[in-house]
């Protein structure tokens, strides 16, 4: 019972440097979301998704772009790494929009740009 | 602005000790509130959901209350355990709003 799955767990990006976050769920859910926190902080939306095919701008998309080809992917694209961009980042998902939807959520993947 | 607001940043307990931890919003229109549990190292995990039209939910030894008129919610832990040790944040979905608000959490730590 995989749920989401996120890929690396770690990863150290030297400035200007890009690459992708990797999020996949097994739950055939609709809404996929990309957070990241800062240390001593809550979580911030990055982007959004419900539906293959559809996403969304969250609060701070700034450096950062997705796309949703399919279900059960939602990778989370840094073109040109900052150090503004270290951070945790989790990926998570729910069934649909309705007010008993639960989030589930990844493992998570630590960023440090340098 | 809507926002969310966890006090205290950090709580130590000693073990068996019944505990609330709070919550606070700045707009009572919420759609719904969540209560997650978050381990080092790890992603969160949803503890209890509360829609609007609820007052509490409840799973095990754990209790949320709601109270949208004050803009307040709580999660009582009853006799507390050592496993009981994370991090909590609470987390608004406001009406008309996609996503959610984080509060930045309250870090616990039950004493054996």
């Known amino acids: 019972n995989a749920g989401v799955t996120q890929t690396p767990k770690f990863r150290i990006l030297k400035i200007g440097q890009s690459m992708t976050l990797q999020c996949t769920q097994d739950?055939?859910?609709?809404?996929m979301y990309w957070y990241r926190q800062d240390p001593g902080m809550g979580l911030k939306l990055i982007y959004y998704s419900v539906g293959a095919g559809i996403t969304d701008k969250g609060e701070v998309p700034n450096g950062y772009n997705v796309s949703r080809s399919t279900t059960e992917d939602f990778p989370l694209r840094l073109e040109l790494a900052a150090p503004s961009q270290t951070s945790v980042y989790f990926c998570?998902?729910?069934?649909?929009?309705?007010?008993?939807?639960?989030?589930?959520f990844g493992s998570g993947t630590q960023l440090s740009v340098l | 602005k809507q926002e969310v607001t966890q006090i205290p940043a950090a709580l130590s307990v000693p073990e068996g000790e019944n505990l609330v931890l709070n919550c606070s919003f700045t707009d009572s229109a919420i759609y719904n509130l969540q209560w997650f549990r978050q381990d080092p190292g790890k992603g969160l995990t949803s503890l209890l959901l509360i829609q609007s039209s609820q007052r509490e939910q409840t799973s095990g030894r754990l209790n949320a209350s709601l109270d949208k008129s004050s803009g307040r919610s709580t999660l009582y832990i009853a006799a507390s355990q050592p496993g009981d040790s994370a991090t909590y944040l609470c987390a608004v979905k406001w009406a008309g709003r996609r996503a959610l608000t984080f509060g930045s959490g309250t870090r616990l730590q039950v004493q054996p």
């Open positions: 998570a998902s729910s069934d649909r929009d309705s007010a008993n939807e639960k989030l589930f």
């Open positions: 739950m055939n859910h609709n809404y």
